[in-house]
């Protein structure tokens, strides 16, 4: 079946400028996750949603970043204001429920967000 | 908070060479661990898992066994091929409840090449 798709695949965008990147899950998965992958920074978790709703917002890097879920399928991450350190590869993942031993995620190809 | 420690990397070996990465975990309770797999070009898959202590999780012929009193969970295979060639990462998921509950905390990954 199909499996994670985000869009685009890669971003060029100038600083300064917002972007949103897109998540499409595997249907009927409530758990989404938004990670992002950097030279810097390696693997580090953004946000995560159970259904529509988002409970824990601290990995966000700054107010710059926000997500959204709607109908509790596709999921946007939305950044402001874009600047240089915001490069990197955003990932996005999901699974069929939230938590519990061993749960797998599925993850998506990413987005790799360029801002000159 | 939680944390992963990978060996650093990267790993050259030659086709059929024994492979160990070393991981070892800071986490409070008991937390579920994970082998994730990024192939060139590919996204993230799970390569393996263990959700208690003294588990061996095994997939393509890579075992890990869940050692709780080293908090270790290091990556063998006894032959690796070619297209072994990836970055690896360990990651953990906490198991007790909280606003955090199910995301993934990852190592800093292991570039593994395998020459023929």
């Known amino acids: 079946g199909a499996g994670v798709s985000q869009s685009p695949s890669n971003k060029v965008t100038e600083k300064g400028k917002d972007v949103e990147l897109r998540c499409d899950p595997i249907?009927?998965?409530?758990?989404l996750y938004w990670y992002r992958q950097s030279l810097g920074q390696g693997l580090e978790f953004l946000i995560y949603?159970?259904?529509?709703?988002?409970?824990?917002k601290s990995g966000l890097p700054s107010d710059r970043f926000s997500a959204e879920r709607t109908g509790g399928s596709v999921s946007t991450l939305t950044i402001q204001r874009t600047q240089q350190e915001d490069s990197a590869v955003y990932l996005c993942?999901?699974?069929?429920?939230?938590?519990?031993?061993?749960?797998?995620?599925?993850f998506g190809p990413g987005t790799r967000l360029t801002v000159l | 908070g939680d944390s992963v420690t990978q060996m650093e990397g990267p790993v050259t070996l030659s086709e059929e060479a024994f492979l160990t990465i070393n991981c070892t975990y800071t986490?409070?309770?008991?937390?579920?661990l994970f082998w994730y797999v990024q192939y060139p070009g590919e996204g993230l898959q799970l390569l393996l898992k263990a959700t208690k202590a003294d588990d061996k999780g095994s997939n393509k012929g890579f075992e890990a066994t869940y050692r709780k009193e080293t908090t270790s969970f290091h990556l063998e295979k006894g032959s690796v091929q070619v297209s072994d060639s990836a970055v690896y990462f360990c990651a953990l998921t906490a198991n007790a409840g909280g606003t955090s509950y199910g995301k993934l905390t990852f190592g800093q990954g292991t570039i593994l090449t395998v020459h023929p």
């Open positions: 993942a999901s699974s069929p429920v939230l938590g519990g031993p061993g749960n797998e995620q599925f």
């Open positions: 986490a409070t309770g008991y937390p579920s």
């Open positions: 949603f159970q259904g529509n709703s988002a409970p824990d």
């Open positions: 249907s009927g998965h409530t758990a």
